[in-house]
C-alpha cells in the first residue's frame, strides 16, 4: 500500500487476555516504530526495529510486552495479561532508515482494555 | 534526558488570527526538531522540521525556527484558517543506530472559528 497500515483500526478486549497489533509498513522501509499514545498526552516511543531485530525496545513499559518482526517487514505488538492502563492508541511508524528523514506514521490501533 | 514541554491547550482563534504555540527542549547533544499534526480522523503528519541551530522549517505557511541559545521551536502562522483546526506535536529526534527515536511534547489542540 502508499503508506503504513495498522490493524485492527479498534480493538476492545477483556481484562487479561491477550492481544495482538499488526503493522504494514511501508514497502522497502527498513526502520519501524512503534508508540503508544495515552488520552491527551503525546507519544511515546516503545521499541524500534532495523530490520529484523529489534535495535531499541527500551519504552516497552514491562515484560507483558513484545514486539516481532520475523521477515523485516509486517511487525505484530504482543500484549499479553491485558490491564485497564494498556488502553491507549498504539502508533506504528516507519522511515528509510537513513538519519534525518521523515516517520510515516499509520492510524493507529485504538486499545480498549474493560 | 531529552524532553519536549509545549504550551497548554486547548487553543481556540478566530479565522485569519495570528498564531503561537510554544515548545522548548531539554537534549544532549544536537537533536533535529519537528512539528506533526494530527487533523481529526487522520494519522500523524510531519508538518515541518529544522535539522540545525537557526534553521528554519516551513509548510502551508506555518514556520518554526530553531533556537538553540532559548533550546525552543516555536510554532507560528500568519493567518490561520478553520481548515487548520488539529492537534500540533512538537517533538525532537534523538539519532541512534541508523534511524531516528522520536521524543514528543503532549500535544496542543487548536480549534479555528469561522
Known amino acids: 500500500g502508499a503508506g503504513v497500515s495498522q490493524t485492527p483500526s479498534n480493538k476492545v478486549t477483556e481484562k487479561g487476555k491477550y492481544v495482538e497489533l499488526r503493522c504494514d509498513p511501508i514497502s522497502g522501509h527498513t526502520a519501524l516504530y512503534w508508540y503508544r499514545q495515552s488520552l491527551g498526552q503525546g507519544p511515546e516511543f516503545l521499541i524500534y526495529?532495523?530490520?529484523?531485530?529489534?535495535?531499541?525496545d527500551s519504552g516497552l513499559p514491562n515484560d507483558r510486552f513484545f514486539a516481532v518482526r520475523p521477515e523485516g517487514s509486517v511487525s505484530t505488538l504482543k500484549i499479553q495479561r491485558t490491564e485497564r492502563g494498556d488502553s491507549a492508541v498504539y502508533l506504528c511508524?516507519?522511515?528509510?532508515?537513513?538519519?534525518?528523514?521523515?516517520?510515516?506514521f499509520g492510524q493507529g490501533t485504538r486499545l480498549t482494555v474493560v | 534526558g531529552n524532553s519536549v514541554t509545549q504550551m497548554e491547550g486547548p487553543v481556540t482563534l478566530s479565522e485569519e488570527a495570528f498564531l503561537t504555540i510554544n515548545c522548548t527542549y531539554t537534549a544532549t547533544g544536537y537533536p533535529s526538531l519537528f512539528w506533526y499534526v494530527q487533523y481529526p480522523g487522520e494519522g500523524l503528519q510531519l508538518l515541518l522540521k529544522?535539522?540545525?541551530?537557526?534553521d528554519k522549517g516551513s509548510n502551508k505557511g506555518f514556520e518554526a525556527t530553531y533556537r538553540k541559545e532559548t533550546t525552543s521551536f516555536h510554532l507560528e502562522k500568519g493567518s490561520v484558517q478553520v481548515s487548520d483546526s488539529a492537534v500540533y506535536f512538537c517533538?525532537?529526534?534523538?539519532?541512534?543506530?541508523?534511524?531516528?527515536?522520536?521524543?514528543f511534547g503532549q500535544g496542543t489542540r487548536l480549534t479555528i472559528n469561522p
Open positions: 526495529f532495523q530490520g529484523t531485530g529489534a535495535a531499541d
Open positions: 517533538a525532537l529526534s534523538a539519532y541512534f543506530q541508523g534511524a531516528q527515536k522520536l521524543v
Open positions: 529544522a535539522t540545525k541551530a537557526d
Open positions: 511508524a516507519s522511515s528509510p532508515g537513513h538519519s534525518n528523514t521523515e516517520a510515516f
